[in-house]
């Protein structure tokens, strides 16, 4: 064992779900073998190199486990991966959950001081990295950093191309014989996963899932947008390595025996293409990836294919037009999905119709228990106390999804989690009469106009209305008079893109106050994307701070 990462949920309602049949109450890779067993042939994994049998795949993560063991990587060690979307990445999660392994994915693309500073506070003793993808030679650039990083013992290469001096072959390791191996059969409640989220922190945040919580409530997730109980074939826009992405090794193969289709790197053409070769069930994505995908459609890359099931959206809210719009290309529903790492999940399901009804912010669906509780905590109260029904207040989740900790950050776990077990995730929300969960905002994610409260997300809700406006992303800027001014970062729909005093006269058609319309606006064609697939706020930021600054005279103060 490396890094300590103590369950903060209480031990007897971790067992009552498993009990209760609401966890699987078996480790992923386990998981996995009886879905191998139940149906050896059935298709894996869909990607760049064709397609892998849950019998192939199974031969290989034999393997790579039995080579990995060969190496000292015991239960409870961490080992990085960072590997784009491919068998290579699937492979690797499931031969560390066979480990009793506690795996750290990050997406390709990180760079390297994000990546030693992951490595270095979980205290991961070996990591798998890609020798090279579109330009970034992740496995050398890892070695070359070995020496700051005391547990890493091992960086282990993986393909196309010679695996740099000093690391070893994942292709070597694959070769191992796999006879020999017996899987570790860790205790379902253990650590399995470590999911990466900037969230708001300095540094990016980790948390600690156990195979009970990843199988168990990010299961129940999807088997909810499964009415038939056929197994799933989920078309994975985002990467494997992001926290959306553990919906893929863990839920849609382990839990449910289903397919992995992936992109070992995102085009929208590429995405359409992919809908109409491999007939996905679920396509998984964020909101720009959807507004590309609809954009390039529009532009005439329509290949045809059969409507999927859901088209599920998470990352941040999609509006309605867009989501409209996706509902009609698409010929399915648009899922609404409200999530994130720190462990709370709720949806707006498979209704051909969007939530509707008055009230703040957006629709996000009914609360699953069986997935996570949900409750609205009164804000700036020192101990968690529920607030009325119809008042805003921080969003609190505690159920099977529910993390084990923060990796390494006490502090985090101090500010997040309390004595009980509820995560406090710093959302704003409120739960109406009907039950529905809206989401209005975020407590930290605020821009602080002299002296005054703006939230972004408010903002961004009532701009996506727009008819020129596609897509659409509010930051601060700093300001030498007001501290902060909002920048409204605008994707125009077509080739007019709105002006400044045309957005602010359309909040105020809806009703925003003054003070919270947008004083800057930056017009790009797309927006630079993280390597999580998200809009990346902060080069956004840095370019409007960068742009020239309007009149100061004519800004109202």
Request: charged share 20%; glycine share 10%.
């Amino acid at each position: 064992m490396t890094v300590a990462l103590n369950d903060l949920l209480p031990a007897e309602l971790r067992r009552a779900w498993a009990v209760d049949g609401t966890c699987p109450d078996l480790d992923l890779y386990s998981l996995y073998r009886a879905r191998q067993i139940a149906d050896p042939h059935r298709t894996a994994v869909v990607d760049a190199k064709g397609k892998l049998c849950y019998t192939a795949l199974d031969r290989k993560v034999r393997c790579l486990a039995a080579g990995l063991s060969g190496l000292g990587i015991r239960a409870g060690d961490v080992v990085g991966t960072q590997l784009p979307n491919g068998r290579d990445a699937v492979i690797a999660d499931l031969a560390l959950a066979a480990l009793g392994a506690v795996a750290l994915p990050f997406p390709v693309g990180r760079g390297r001081a994000e990546a030693a500073s992951l490595l270095r506070r979980a205290e991961a003793v070996a990591v798998v990295a890609a020798t090279e993808h579109r330009g970034h030679r992740h496995a050398a650039d890892l070695l070359e950093l070995a020496a700051e990083l005391p547990a890493l013992r091992t960086v282990v290469a993986a393909g196309p191309g010679p695996a740099p001096e000093g690391t070893v072959a994942l292709s070597a390791l694959l070769r191992t014989g796999p006879a020999a191996f017996v899987p570790a059969r860790p205790d379902p409640d253990s650590a399995a996963r470590i999911l990466v989220s900037s969230g708001s922190e300095a540094e990016p945040k980790m948390v600690a899932y156990s195979h009970n919580a990843l199988a168990g409530g990010r299961g129940n997730f999807l088997a909810s947008l499964m009415p038939d109980g056929q197994p799933p074939r989920c078309l994975f826009l985002v990467p494997l390595a992001s926290a959306f992405g553990s919906n893929g090794t863990a839920v849609t193969l382990a839990r449910h025996g289903g397919t992995l289709v992936v992109l070992d790197h995102f085009t929208p053409e590429a995405a359409l293409d992919a809908l109409a070769a491999h007939e996905p069930t679920h396509v998984l994505g964020v909101p720009t990836m959807v507004r590309m995908l609809l954009d390039r459609w529009a532009e005439g890359h329509r290949p045809r294919f059969a409507p999927p099931r859901a088209v599920v959206v998470g990352g941040s809210p999609l509006d309605e037009a867009t989501a409209a719009e996706a509902r009609r290309v698409f010929g399915c529903p648009v899922v609404n999905l409200y999530g994130s790492a720190d462990g709370v999940n709720c949806h707006t399901g498979l209704s051909d119709e969007p939530l509707r009804g008055d009230g703040p912010g957006i629709p996000a669906g009914h609360p699953d228990p069986r997935v996570a509780d949900i409750r609205i905590a009164e804000t700036g109260a020192p101990e968690l106390r529920e607030a009325p029904r119809g008042r805003v207040g921080e969003i609190v989740a505690r159920g099977p999804m529910t993390p084990l900790c923060y990796v390494a950050a006490p502090d985090l776990d101090a500010r997040y989690r309390t004595a009980d077990g509820w995560v406090r995730t710093g959302d704003l929300g409120v739960i109406g009469e009907d039950g529905t969960l809206r989401i209005v905002g975020r407590l930290k994610d605020v821009v602080i106009r002299g002296g005054a409260n703006i939230s972004p997300a408010e903002v961004e809700i009532e701009l996506a209305a727009h008819p020129l406006v596609r897509d659409v992303v509010c930051v601060g800027v700093p300001d030498a008079l007001m501290g902060e001014r909002l920048a409204a970062c605008v994707v125009p729909r077509g080739t007019a893109a709105p002006a400044l005093r045309e957005l602010c006269a359309h909040l105020e058609a809806r009703g925003l106050e003054r003070r919270k319309h947008p004083e800057r606006l930056l017009v790009v064609a797309e927006f630079p994307l993280t390597p999580a697939g998200k809009p990346d706020r902060a080069l956004l930021r840095e370019r409007c701070a960068a742009a020239p600054a309007p009149d100061p005279l004519a800004q109202a103060v």
